[in-house]
């Protein structure tokens, strides 16, 4: 590029800032914020787990129309846009891990015994899950039955 040449106009500099400066700053100000968008994912996903009520259990299952517990939160965050990993203990491991006063609908809720995860469920709200249980059931909203349970969020 020449150098009488521009991208636009010069900025014009006052009291130490730059109008391109604050230009960037105005149109990040208008960008929903990365918390509203893992929000609206976790929704999503939370949508499309509860979507799938009804369907088999069948342990390894990622879907459409069969299960298993880590299959089914797997299958939902993928189809809402966001790849994580297939094991609820490696979901776990991909979570912003949160506290129970701090949940919100759309987190992972993960189970534990002696500090391994067993089972993942997709948090409701009122202290309920979207999960695929074990097999002989389906998928179902379902009231957490234990203290022994983790939160993550999706990032």
Request: aromatic share 10%; charged share 15%.
């Amino acid at each position: 590029m020449a150098p009488s040449e521009s991208l636009g106009p010069a900025p014009v500099r006052g009291a130490g800032h730059s109008v391109t400066v604050i230009a960037i700053v105005a149109h990040l100000l208008l960008l929903p914020p990365s918390g509203a968008e893992a929000d609206s994912l976790s929704l999503k996903a939370l949508r499309i787990a509860a979507g799938k009520r009804g369907s088999l259990y069948r342990y390894g299952a990622q879907g459409p129309h069969r299960f298993d517990c880590s299959g089914l939160t797997y299958y939902a965050f993928q189809k809402a846009g966001r790849e994580i990993p297939r094991t609820a203990q490696a979901q776990y491991w991909k979570t912003v891990h949160k506290s129970r006063s701090s949940r919100v609908p759309g987190d992972l809720v993960f189970f534990h015994r002696r500090g391994a995860v067993y089972h993942v469920g997709i948090y409701s709200g009122r202290n309920m899950i979207w999960h695929a249980p074990r097999p002989g059931r389906v998928v179902q909203r379902e009231t957490i039955w234990t203290n022994q349970v983790w939160y993550g969020h999706v990032p």
